[in-house]
């Protein structure tokens, strides 16, 4: 299995544009987490789905962010507009329902730098 | 309101040390525990995990790490250092009526010097 794949790795964007941070769970992975980590904060748990319906979005920061799970093999975070205090690290996680498959698997993570 | 709190930010210690990070969590009912590193520049992997049976647990690189219920820890231990263990290292939990929501502590940056 390739893992957790997010796209894009790196991004530099303006204050005011979107942004659409892609992720392809692992295969069978039932949930599906996304996260934010910066200095400030560390890891913050924005929103988690679970057979692609959102389940807690209590950490999404405002509106302008917004996830979607359109089928088991995908997912976008987005956010619109864009502001500088949106760089972040951003990692999606993906994990199983069986016993022993309790454990995210982390992807290598999208950087954001809004200038 | 459920919580993990990580006793040290930084750490600094010499090849061959040894190493023992603290966590402690607040949650009510059954929990898992994780520890998970992340290297300089990597995403997160996972250390060793607890879910039930001996409260110790072994990890990979010989990391261990002992449950202990009653002072409500999950400390990280590792005898004898290497410069390849640097890196920052979290504590995770959840408790296993909503394990969908894995909590993470703060995170302890770990330098080794040669």
């Known amino acids: 299995d390739a893992g957790v794949i997010q796209s894009p790795r790196h991004e530099v964007t303006e204050m005011g544009q979107e942004v659409t941070l892609r992720c392809k769970p692992i295969?069978?992975?039932?949930?599906l987490f996304w996260y934010r980590q910066t200095m400030m904060r560390g890891l913050e748990l924005l929103i988690y789905?679970?057979?692609?319906?959102?389940?807690?979005d209590s950490g999404m920061p405002e509106d302008r962010f917004s996830a979607k799970m359109p089928n088991a093999s995908f997912s976008t975070l987005k956010i619109q507009p864009s502001e500088p205090r949106d760089s972040a690290v951003y990692f999606c996680?993906?994990?199983?329902?069986?016993?022993?498959?309790?454990?995210?698997?982390f992807g290598a993570g999208s950087r954001l730098t809004v200038l | 309101a459920q919580s993990v709190s990580q006793h040290n930010h930084h750490v600094i210690l010499s090849e061959a040390a040894s190493l023992e990070l603290g966590c402690n969590y607040s949650?009510?009912?059954?929990?898992?525990l994780f520890w998970y590193v992340q290297y300089p520049g990597q995403h997160l992997q996972l250390l060793l995990k607890?879910?039930?049976?001996?409260?110790l647990v072994k990890g990979i690189k010989g990391f261990e790490a002992e449950f202990i219920k009653s002072k409500f820890s999950f400390n990280l231990r590792k005898p004898s250092v290497q410069w390849s263990d640097t890196a920052e290292y979290f504590c995770?939990?959840?408790?296993?009526?909503?394990?969908?929501?894995?909590?993470f502590g703060a995170g302890t940056q770990v330098v080794v010097t040669p």
């Open positions: 996680a993906s994990s199983g329902l069986a016993p022993g498959a309790n454990v995210l698997t």
């Open positions: 295969s069978g992975h039932d949930y």
């Open positions: 789905f679970n057979n692609n319906v959102p389940i807690d």
């Open positions: 949650y009510g009912g059954t929990v898992n």
């Open positions: 607890y879910f039930s049976g001996d409260p």
């Open positions: 995770a939990v959840n408790s296993t009526d909503s394990w969908g929501k894995l909590q």
